[in-house]
Nanobody
Framework: QVQLVESGGGLVQTGGSLRLSCAAS????????MGWFRQAPGKEREFVAA????????TYADSLKGRFTISRDNAKDTVYLQMNSLKPEDSAVYYC??????????????????WGQGTQVTVSS
């Protein structure tokens, strides 16, 4: 399996930016569709973004498109989530996820096989 470790979370004021990183190890990184999810207290885990195995395709939750950008560097075995114009409602634990299936299949099922432990993002007004 692949191991995933998120980093880059923290406290930021409304309107600020953060870049989350997810470092993968254990298998060939380019074999995995990668995604980001988030979960706020008392709420269900929510899909944020996904990127295809080669990085050529991305998809986002409709409400987040335009503010968040997912990218990957296969040479560094790392996927990123650039978060701009942050709002208090963005506060959550953000999870990195991986799956060997193509992005179209993964997005349809919203199911990823492997998960990181999460990194906390808190946006203060």
């Amino acid at each position: 399996q692949v191991q995933l470790v998120e980093s880059g979370g923290g406290l930021v004021q409304t309107g600020g930016s953060l870049r989350l990183s997810c470092a993968a190890s254990g298998r060939t990184f380019s074999s995995y569709t990668m995604g980001w999810f988030r979960q706020a207290p008392g709420k269900e885990r929510e899909f944020v973004a996904a990127i295809s195995r080669g990085g050529g395709s991305t998809t986002y939750a409709d409400s987040l498109k335009g503010r968040f950008t997912i990218s990957r560097d296969n040479a560094k075995d790392t996927v990123y989530l650039q978060m701009n114009s942050l709002k208090p409602e963005d506060s959550a634990v953000y999870y990195c996820a991986a799956d060997q299936r193509p992005i179209k299949v993964v997005v349809t099922t919203i199911a990823f096989a492997y998960w990181g432990q999460g990194t906390q993002v808190t946006v203060s007004s």
